[in-house]
């Protein structure tokens, strides 16, 4: 019985230290893309483009006004700067046709499916940058960005993606 335990243990810690191995470099993407205020936009998995604040701004900025509730707390609105979930596809030369999902990732690995449906909503699913005419701090300065995906159609703040780095249309 101890035999067996001790081979079990093992074989999780070769296990665990080699995901650990193999993730490194994916993680320290992310954290680059994060630190350079990139936005890595795939298809499928595949990777297309990486966007810069610039690039953002470009395929059609936008000024709108979004609650954020957090808990225990009272909503509060905040003014918004971003552009449509659905430019930045566009942008980028991603075609939507046959599309069912959005999976937008942080810089910590957290996910967010969102349906298409959201997506092609006019003026309902952004990638904000600027919030209150500030641009967001990235999460080691204390702030939810540099990028944070909001959906207007979420009145409860539930379906944010603060610390987004990278949005996969599958």
Known sequence: MKKTVIVIMSVLAVVIALTAYLNKEYASKRADIENKAGFLLKENGSEVS???LDDI????????KAVLKTSGKEPEYHDYEGTQLKNLIKAAGIELSGKTTVVVTAVDGYSIAY???DILSEKNAYLSYASDGELLKNREEGGRGPYQVIILSDK??????KHAVEMDVR
Do not use: M, Q, W
Request: hydrophobic share 30%; glycine share 4%.
């Open 50 to 52: 990486t966007l810069y």
């Open 57 to 64: 701004r470009s395929a059609g900025a936008e000024s709108f």
């Open 115 to 117: 349906p298409v449906e």
């Open 156 to 161: 409860f703040s539930n379906r944010r993606c």
